[in-house]
């Protein structure tokens, strides 16, 4: 079946400011901002699906749109609830070795979470960027935290969200080795299962994304899909050429100046 998914990444929600302790400012939206998200993909004929019910269900993939959550922040719980009472679920990506840590989800919360229909799935043992990482390294952060999240909840971990969107080259042999089904970059792009399902693009909802823009995404709109591609483009070879330390040192500081 040939389908066009927006697949959305959140982080974290926080109050009306978008403020929210434990997380980054500038992926942080509010409630209100995600209450409105729901309620727009609910006004284009859309259901909020997983990646991996998407991927289990091949016939639910027309009029839906996926929701997923990286880094496991102690928001994603309420934003679970919200979205189990409109009738959808969401994948929630996590690092074993911060659950339970503050801010963060703990393993009840997630227990809890998969009991609600949520999909719990891995973001690495820890969250740490492929790309630093030695071959026998990044193996470790993907086998160990399918692993970890598998023993405490009992459930297949067959989805894998590479922090900050590193991708080292071998990334989907590696993976694949480990027993997952798919990859959920940060590409940007719509997912068009038709092309093979291994490599899953998401938009990225940021505190500065619009009612407007993220209408838009769901209703798969060419220009400004195009635009956000580019951007994509640039940043990524930002990282390449500053490098990761150097990259993220430059971003902090950005972002204190326009805070």
């Not at 929701?67 to 934003?79: K, M």
């Not at 973001?123 to 086998?143: C, F």
């Not at 068009?192 to 693009?201: I, K, S």
């Not at 940021?206 to 009612?211: A, E, W």
Request: aromatic share 8%; hydrophobic share 40%; with cysteine.
């Amino acid at each position: 079946m040939n389908s066009a998914i927006t697949v959305l990444m959140y982080h974290a929600v926080g109050n009306e400011r978008g403020k929210c302790a434990g997380a980054d400012a500038h992926y942080t939206i509010t409630w209100r901002q995600f209450d409105s998200h729901l309620a727009l993909s609910a006004q284009a004929g859309l259901r909020v699906r997983s990646v991996a019910h998407l991927l289990a269900a091949p016939a639910d993939r027309t009029r839906s749109v996926a929701f997923t959550f990286d880094d496991g922040h102690r928001s994603n719980g309420p934003a679970a609830e919200r979205i189990a009472r409109a009738g959808g679920s969401a994948d929630f990506f996590v690092n074993p070795s911060l659950v339970g840590k503050p801010h963060n989800l703990g393993w009840s919360d997630l227990r809890s979470m998969a009991d609600a229909g949520m999909s719990i799935q891995s973001h690495g043992q820890e969250h740490r960027y492929l790309d630093d990482l030695s071959p026998a390294e990044v193996v470790a952060q993907l086998v160990d935290s399918k692993k970890a999240i598998e023993d405490h909840l009992g459930r297949p971990v067959t989805l894998f969200a590479p922090p900050g969107g590193r991708m080292p080259p071998n990334l989907r042999l590696v993976a694949a080795r480990a027993g997952y089904a798919a990859v959920c970059s940060s590409r940007v792009g719509l997912w068009r299962t038709r092309e093979g399902a291994w490599d899953v693009p998401r938009l990225a909802v940021l505190q500065s994304t619009s009612d407007a823009q993220l209408a838009r995404w769901v209703g798969h709109d060419w220009w400004e899909l195009t635009n956000r591609r580019a951007c994509y483009l640039a940043l990524a070879s930002a990282k390449r050429l500053l490098g990761n330390h150097c990259y993220e040192r430059l971003r902090g500081r950005l972002l204190r100046i326009g805070a």
